[in-house]
Protein backbone atom coordinates (compact mmCIF):
# COMPACT_ATOMS: atom_id res chain seq x y z
CA UNK A 1 0.00 0.00 0.00
CA UNK A 2 2.68 2.57 -1.28
CA UNK A 3 1.59 6.09 -1.75
CA UNK A 4 1.10 7.96 -4.66
CA UNK A 5 3.98 10.73 -5.46
CA UNK A 6 3.75 14.23 -4.79
CA UNK A 7 6.63 17.21 -4.80
CA UNK A 8 6.93 18.05 -1.22
CA UNK A 9 6.27 22.19 -2.05
CA UNK A 10 5.34 24.40 -4.50
CA UNK A 11 5.35 27.57 -4.25
CA UNK A 12 3.49 30.84 -6.34
CA UNK A 13 2.83 34.15 -6.00
CA UNK A 14 -0.22 36.13 -5.11
CA UNK A 15 -2.37 36.04 -8.35
CA UNK A 16 -0.01 33.61 -10.30
CA UNK A 17 -1.05 29.90 -11.19
CA UNK A 18 0.73 26.66 -9.82
CA UNK A 19 0.47 23.17 -10.64
CA UNK A 20 0.63 20.24 -8.00
CA UNK A 21 1.76 16.92 -9.44
CA UNK A 22 0.58 13.19 -8.35
CA UNK A 23 1.94 10.37 -9.98
CA UNK A 24 0.86 7.03 -9.90
CA UNK A 25 0.92 3.65 -11.57
CA UNK A 26 -1.09 1.72 -13.87
CA UNK A 27 -2.71 0.06 -11.35
CA UNK A 28 -4.35 3.36 -10.09
CA UNK A 29 -4.45 7.12 -11.53
CA UNK A 30 -3.33 5.24 -14.81
CA UNK A 31 -6.25 2.64 -15.12
CA UNK A 32 -8.90 4.88 -13.30
CA UNK A 33 -10.67 8.51 -12.99
CA UNK A 34 -10.61 7.93 -9.45
CA UNK A 35 -8.48 10.73 -8.51
CA UNK A 36 -9.39 12.88 -6.05
CA UNK A 37 -7.62 16.01 -4.47
CA UNK A 38 -7.89 17.32 -0.66
CA UNK A 39 -6.76 20.72 1.06
CA UNK A 40 -5.81 20.67 4.24
CA UNK A 41 -5.40 23.94 6.43
CA UNK A 42 -3.02 23.82 9.80
CA UNK A 43 -5.31 21.90 12.48
CA UNK A 44 -8.26 21.29 10.05
CA UNK A 45 -9.85 18.27 8.62
CA UNK A 46 -9.29 17.88 5.14
CA UNK A 47 -11.44 19.30 2.43
CA UNK A 48 -12.63 17.62 -0.73
CA UNK A 49 -11.61 20.13 -3.56
CA UNK A 50 -11.73 17.77 -6.71
CA UNK A 51 -13.16 14.35 -7.20
CA UNK A 52 -13.52 11.63 -10.68
CA UNK A 53 -9.93 13.42 -11.71
CA UNK A 54 -11.66 16.77 -12.55
CA UNK A 55 -15.04 17.82 -11.03
CA UNK A 56 -15.94 20.24 -8.14
CA UNK A 57 -17.89 19.76 -5.28
CA UNK A 58 -20.56 22.45 -5.07
CA UNK A 59 -19.33 25.29 -3.34
CA UNK A 60 -15.42 24.84 -4.34
CA UNK A 61 -14.09 27.63 -6.10
CA UNK A 62 -13.69 27.42 -9.58
CA UNK A 63 -9.86 28.53 -9.42
CA UNK A 64 -9.32 25.14 -8.86
CA UNK A 65 -8.99 22.13 -11.70
CA UNK A 66 -7.83 19.10 -12.10
CA UNK A 67 -6.25 16.84 -14.96
CA UNK A 68 -4.89 14.01 -15.59
CA UNK A 69 -2.32 11.88 -18.40
CA UNK A 70 -1.10 8.69 -18.42
CA UNK A 71 -0.21 7.87 -14.75
CA UNK A 72 -0.09 11.39 -13.34
CA UNK A 73 -2.73 13.06 -11.88
CA UNK A 74 -2.37 17.11 -11.80
CA UNK A 75 -4.23 20.27 -9.50
CA UNK A 76 -3.85 23.59 -10.87
CA UNK A 77 -4.62 26.36 -8.99
CA UNK A 78 -4.95 29.56 -10.86
CA UNK A 79 -5.19 33.55 -9.75
CA UNK A 80 -3.33 32.17 -6.79
CA UNK A 81 -4.75 33.93 -3.07
CA UNK A 82 -3.39 33.86 0.44
CA UNK A 83 -6.07 32.00 1.85
CA UNK A 84 -5.04 28.54 -0.95
CA UNK A 85 -1.66 28.16 1.19
CA UNK A 86 -2.23 24.61 2.58
CA UNK A 87 -1.09 21.03 2.49
CA UNK A 88 -2.84 19.57 -0.37
CA UNK A 89 -3.39 15.69 -0.89
CA UNK A 90 -4.14 13.62 -3.73
CA UNK A 91 -5.75 10.30 -3.59
CA UNK A 92 -7.11 7.45 -5.97
CA UNK A 93 -8.78 4.10 -6.11
CA UNK A 94 -6.33 1.11 -6.83
CA UNK A 95 -7.09 -2.40 -8.22
CA UNK A 96 -3.78 -3.98 -6.53
CA UNK A 97 -5.54 -3.26 -3.10
CA UNK A 98 -8.82 -3.39 -0.73
CA UNK A 99 -7.96 0.29 0.42
CA UNK A 100 -7.94 3.59 -1.66
CA UNK A 101 -4.36 5.35 -1.57
CA UNK A 102 -3.81 9.14 -0.59
CA UNK A 103 -0.38 10.78 -2.35
CA UNK A 104 2.58 12.11 -0.09
CA UNK A 105 1.31 15.41 0.12
CA UNK A 106 2.37 19.09 -1.03
CA UNK A 107 3.00 22.25 1.16
CA UNK A 108 1.69 25.26 -1.24
CA UNK A 109 3.09 28.55 -0.39
CA UNK A 110 1.83 31.26 -1.30
CA UNK A 111 4.68 34.05 -1.77
CA UNK B 1 -27.06 19.41 7.48
CA UNK B 2 -24.22 16.23 7.29
CA UNK B 3 -22.28 16.32 10.50
CA UNK B 4 -19.78 13.51 11.70
CA UNK B 5 -18.32 13.93 15.31
CA UNK B 6 -15.34 11.47 16.51
CA UNK B 7 -14.88 11.49 19.82
CA UNK B 8 -13.27 8.53 22.06
CA UNK B 9 -9.29 9.38 22.15
CA UNK B 10 -7.18 10.68 24.44
CA UNK B 11 -3.60 9.22 26.15
CA UNK B 12 -3.05 5.34 25.93
CA UNK B 13 -0.12 3.11 27.10
CA UNK B 14 1.49 0.79 24.56
CA UNK B 15 -0.28 -2.49 24.44
CA UNK B 16 -3.78 -0.99 25.36
CA UNK B 17 -6.89 -0.26 24.27
CA UNK B 18 -9.30 2.71 22.96
CA UNK B 19 -12.45 2.34 21.10
CA UNK B 20 -13.22 5.08 18.76
CA UNK B 21 -16.87 6.74 17.97
CA UNK B 22 -17.83 9.15 15.35
CA UNK B 23 -21.36 10.50 15.75
CA UNK B 24 -23.47 10.54 12.34
CA UNK B 25 -26.47 13.36 11.62
CA UNK B 26 -27.82 14.14 8.13
CA UNK B 27 -27.48 10.56 6.83
CA UNK B 28 -27.54 6.49 7.65
CA UNK B 29 -24.34 5.48 8.30
CA UNK B 30 -25.49 2.03 7.26
CA UNK B 31 -26.66 3.39 3.60
CA UNK B 32 -23.21 5.04 3.13
CA UNK B 33 -19.07 4.21 2.73
CA UNK B 34 -17.34 5.29 5.48
CA UNK B 35 -13.63 5.62 6.26
CA UNK B 36 -11.27 5.90 9.43
CA UNK B 37 -8.05 7.67 7.80
CA UNK B 38 -5.11 8.98 10.27
CA UNK B 39 -2.79 11.18 10.10
CA UNK B 40 0.75 11.23 12.16
CA UNK B 41 2.20 14.03 13.58
CA UNK B 42 3.76 15.86 11.11
CA UNK B 43 3.13 13.21 8.54
CA UNK B 44 0.38 12.66 5.85
CA UNK B 45 -3.03 10.90 5.03
CA UNK B 46 -3.25 7.07 5.30
CA UNK B 47 -6.05 5.23 4.99
CA UNK B 48 -6.81 2.45 8.01
CA UNK B 49 -9.91 1.13 7.88
CA UNK B 50 -13.51 0.88 5.78
CA UNK B 51 -16.68 -0.25 5.49
CA UNK B 52 -18.79 -0.57 2.65
CA UNK B 53 -23.01 -0.35 2.93
CA UNK B 54 -23.33 -3.70 2.28
CA UNK B 55 -21.24 -4.75 5.77
CA UNK B 56 -17.87 -5.98 4.22
CA UNK B 57 -14.88 -4.41 5.92
CA UNK B 58 -11.52 -3.71 5.05
CA UNK B 59 -7.99 -2.58 7.06
CA UNK B 60 -4.78 -1.36 6.42
CA UNK B 61 -1.87 -3.70 6.87
CA UNK B 62 -0.34 -1.73 9.61
CA UNK B 63 -3.44 -2.34 11.57
CA UNK B 64 -4.86 -5.99 10.62
CA UNK B 65 -5.88 -8.19 13.48
CA UNK B 66 -5.71 -5.25 15.95
CA UNK B 67 -8.35 -2.91 14.78
CA UNK B 68 -12.07 -3.46 14.00
CA UNK B 69 -14.46 -0.85 12.62
CA UNK B 70 -18.54 -1.37 12.76
CA UNK B 71 -21.51 0.51 13.01
CA UNK B 72 -24.68 1.12 15.05
CA UNK B 73 -27.49 1.22 13.23
CA UNK B 74 -29.88 2.37 15.92
CA UNK B 75 -26.96 4.92 17.23
CA UNK B 76 -25.93 5.69 13.82
CA UNK B 77 -22.47 5.66 14.74
CA UNK B 78 -19.23 4.85 13.34
CA UNK B 79 -16.93 2.76 15.69
CA UNK B 80 -12.96 1.82 15.50
CA UNK B 81 -12.19 -0.60 18.04
CA UNK B 82 -8.04 -0.48 18.51
CA UNK B 83 -6.47 -3.00 20.45
CA UNK B 84 -3.19 -3.67 21.01
CA UNK B 85 -1.95 -0.15 20.48
CA UNK B 86 1.55 0.85 19.46
CA UNK B 87 3.41 4.28 19.59
CA UNK B 88 2.98 4.38 15.51
CA UNK B 89 -0.31 4.56 15.98
CA UNK B 90 -0.52 7.61 17.21
CA UNK B 91 -2.51 10.21 15.14
CA UNK B 92 -5.11 12.20 14.28
CA UNK B 93 -8.14 9.45 13.44
CA UNK B 94 -10.63 10.87 11.34
CA UNK B 95 -13.78 9.77 10.46
CA UNK B 96 -15.07 10.11 6.63
CA UNK B 97 -18.08 9.53 3.92
CA UNK B 98 -17.95 8.64 0.82
CA UNK B 99 -21.25 9.69 -0.78
CA UNK B 100 -22.47 9.22 -4.11
CA UNK B 101 -22.97 12.86 -5.48
CA UNK B 102 -18.90 13.07 -4.82
CA UNK B 103 -17.98 9.46 -6.82
CA UNK B 104 -14.73 7.96 -4.75
CA UNK B 105 -13.94 11.15 -2.94
CA UNK B 106 -14.20 11.65 0.50
CA UNK B 107 -16.89 14.59 0.63
CA UNK B 108 -17.38 14.78 4.92
CA UNK B 109 -14.80 14.39 7.37
CA UNK B 110 -15.32 15.18 11.04
CA UNK B 111 -12.93 17.27 12.94
CA UNK B 112 -10.68 14.24 13.96
CA UNK B 113 -9.76 12.91 17.21
CA UNK B 114 -5.69 12.61 18.62
CA UNK B 115 -4.89 9.13 20.09
CA UNK B 116 -1.66 9.56 21.69
CA UNK B 117 0.17 6.52 22.77
CA UNK B 118 2.86 6.72 25.07
CA UNK B 119 4.16 5.06 28.33
Redesign the interface.
Known amino acids: QSALTQPASVSGSLGQSITISCTGTSSDIGAYNYVSWYQQHPGKAPKLMIYDVSNRPSGVSNRFSGSKSGNTASLTISGLQAEDEADYYCGSYTSSSTLDIFGTGTKVTVL | EVQLVESGGGLIQPGGSLRLSCAASGFAVTSNFMAW?RQAPGK????VS?IYSGGDT????SVKGRFTISRDNSKNTLYLQMNSLRAEDTAVY?CARRSQ???????Y????TLVTVTS
Open positions: VGLEWVYNADYEYSYGLGWGRG
